[in-house]
């Protein structure tokens, strides 16, 4: 709506109707175009611009969250006011209440609540009235008193009073509806995440889990955000500079405000295995998001020793694809056992970090950091966390058992276009392939466990009976780097 006059005599009806009291113009539903429509008072046609469902909601909002409002309520009741504040966004269009978020708005708005009947407030801050609710009122707020308000806000623009509409949130149980019949409510409160590499995958993934429900993250990383991470990484430009971790526990309380996150800014590596074991001992599950080989077969090797299921998602170089694989400790094939059967797939990871780029690689041809779109990373990233979902989800009976027949492979690939010199390259168009292996689909592969694996097999003893060695006459071995003697 751009005509300012057209803006005025919709403002002037709209809050004659609200204040019932007379006005200069009045809304009439035109049945021959089938609008709502603002005259002038005596005006013989409408000259004014026909109202639409958005022209309709143009005047600002406030929200309130209820839980804020139970935990204070003693002292509401007892002082008569108290004060808070919201944070203004779109030029004062949508004030909320600031402890609802994590990120409150650069612009905050000081308020004072309070009751009727106390003394109203002489301030220019926001004044938001409670008031007895009429019976049957959907919006009002349920007090820890026994009785339901409804709300009002006023604030002073350009000398005038504005009167704002005020909606009362309850977090929890609202977030819960939308997940109500796939996941009950509390289902995943109980379960633990542990979450090593928060690039892309590993953020979405927390992410995507914190809308899911899931009670407690432990997210480890050593880089901060960059700006050239934001063209893919949840977080945004007004976040560089700040550690992965805390940008995505921010994320996290953001969708999930009942989280339990801890966020640790350290490297794994063999010097601090004993710290990343005591993690992997109190998560349910890892998520292993790092782009090198080493950190990779030590995680594998802490999760295999501590029988914790682990996933580890990765893209390939220029995110021309990606893969997925899930590892059930003596169940399935380990990260080792993948690396053993299939080296070319293993190696092929996309580098994300100048630090990783530099460091030693498994060849000594030189190693460039990749670019990549989101939209190529993001169907990993959710195959990712759909892996996750369902074996935090093992033993719980919910409505997404069913996919445990579809989901049962160690291995799933992706492939986002037939990159020109990979194996992939002469894979036939999406449209013209029905039997045949081609871009945008997955793929769950299933290969062995290898029974002479040094993470998950028994590699000391086949090594001995292939040269005839009787461990048992043996004095102690000395331990192999990365597990105990």
């Known amino acids: 709506m751009s005509d300012p006059q057209q803006q005025q005599m919709i403002r002037e009806a709209m809050k004659s109707i609200a204040e019932r009291k007379p006005g200069r113009t009045k809304l009439v539903y035109d049945k021959t175009k089938r609008t ?84 109203s407030p002489a301030t220019d801050s926001l004044r938001i009235k409670l008031s007895p609710a009429a019976t049957g009122s959907k919006t009002a707020f349920a007090a820890p008193d026994g009785k339901s308000y409804d709300a009002i806000c006023a604030r002073i623009r350009t000398g005038e009073e504005e009167k704002i509409d005020v909606f009362f949130a309850d977090v929890q149980p609202e977030l819960a509806t939308r997940r109500s019949g796939i996941l ?40 901060r955000l960059g700006v050239g991470n934001v063209v893919r990484h949840p977080g945004g430009i007004s976040q560089v500079g700040r550690y992965k971790v805390n940008v995505v526990r921010d994320l996290i309380h953001e969708k999930n405000p009942a989280a339990d996150v801890t966020a ?95 460091a030693i690689a498994y060849s000594d041809q030189p190693v460039a950091v990749e670019p990549g779109l989101s939209l190529d990373v993001l169907p990993i990233a959710n195959m990712l966390t759909k892996l996750a979902l369902l074996d935090l ?63 998950c097999g028994n590699f000391l003893g086949s090594l001995a009976g292939h040269y005839g060695i009787d461990l048992g006459s043996l004095e102690d071995l000395p331990a192999l780097p990365g597990k105990e003697s």
């Open 36 to 119: 709502i429509v603002a005259v002038a008072e005596g005006a013989q046609a409408p000259r004014a611009l026909n109202i639409t469902a958005d022209d309709a909601d143009m005047f600002a909002v406030a929200t309130l969250s209820s839980a804020w409002l139970r935990e204070n309520w003693t002292q509401l009741a007892r002082d008569g006011s108290i004060l808070t504040s919201l944070s203004s966004w779109d030029g004062g269009d949508a004030l909320t209440h600031s402890v609802l978020g994590v990120q409150p708005s650069p612009i905050v708005e000081e308020g004072v609540i309070f009751l009727d009947g106390a003394a």
């Open 184 to 223: 009950e409510s509390t289902v995943l409160h109980d379960k633990g995440v542990l979450i090593i590499g928060l690039g892309t995958g590993g953020a979405h993934a927390a992410v995507e889990l914190a809308k899911c429900g899931v009670g407690r993250f432990i997210l480890v990383d050593r880089d």
């Open 264 to 358: 640790l800014q350290v490297e794994v590596g063999y010097e601090n295995q004993d710290q990343v074991k005591a993690l992997v001992a109190g998560a349910d599950l890892v998520i292993c998001g790092t782009d090198n080989r080493p950190s990779k077969l030590l995680i594998n090797q802490l999760c295999i020793e501590g029988n914790k299921p682990a996933l580890y998602g990765g893209a390939f170089r220029r995110a021309y694809g990606g893969q997925v694989l899930r590892v059930r400790p003596k169940q399935s094939p380990c990260q080792q056992c993948f690396v053993s059967a299939m080296p070319d797939e293993a190696s092929d990871v996309e580098v994300s970090t100048t630090e990783d780029a530099e």
């Open 393 to 455: 989800l093992s033993d719980k009976e919910t409505s997404l058992a069913v996919l445990k027949r579809d989901f049962d492979a160690p291995w799933y690939l992706w492939l986002n276009r037939p990159e020109p010199g990979t194996q992939y390259a002469n894979w036939p168009p999406l449209s013209e392939s029905s039997d045949e292996m081609t871009i945008h689909r997955w793929y769950g592969i299933y290969f062995e466990r290898d029974p002479e694996c040094p993470a």
